[in-house]
Nanobody
Framework: QVQLMESGGGLVQPGGSLRLSCAAS????????MGWYRQATGKERESVAT???????NYADSVKGRFTISRDNAKNTVYLQMNSLKPEDTAVYYC???????????????WGQGTQVTVST
């Protein structure tokens, strides 16, 4: 069984920073794309940032220049460094990974349980 475990959320003032981490564990042969998504109250889940196994990245326009996604393939971990946080960044943040558990298996998409980020005075 594969699990994604997020950490690093919390309450921060506008202009502050947070770093989210998400570690994948279990039977893992390879991981393709990893990413961060968020869902604010009353809104649909949206993509924040993604990173491929070759470290190619993509960001939502709303976070470009403020957020940085990175990964440590040896640790099966993806990070999201969030700087210059704004109240509109408040949401539950979910990590996501495309994982192949065995060499013969297709890729499946897994989700973490989510971590709350609140930006407020």
């Amino acid at each position: 069984q594969v699990q994604l475990m997020e950490s690093g959320g919390g309450l921060v003032q506008p202009g502050g920073s947070l770093r989210l981490s998400c570690a994948a564990s279990g039977s893992i042969f390879s991981i393709n794309v990893m990413g961060w998504y968020r869902q604010a109250t009353g809104k649909e889940r949206e993509s924040v940032a993604t990173i491929t196994s070759a470290n190619s990245t993509n960001y939502a326009d709303s976070v470009k220049g403020r957020f940085t996604i990175s990964r440590d393939n040896a640790k099966n971990t993806v990070y999201l460094q969030m700087n210059s946080l704004k109240p509109e960044d408040t949401a539950v943040y979910y990590c996501n990974a495309e994982i192949r558990r065995y060499v013969w298996e297709t890729l499946y998409t897994y989700w973490g349980q989510g971590t709350q980020v609140t930006v407020s005075t």
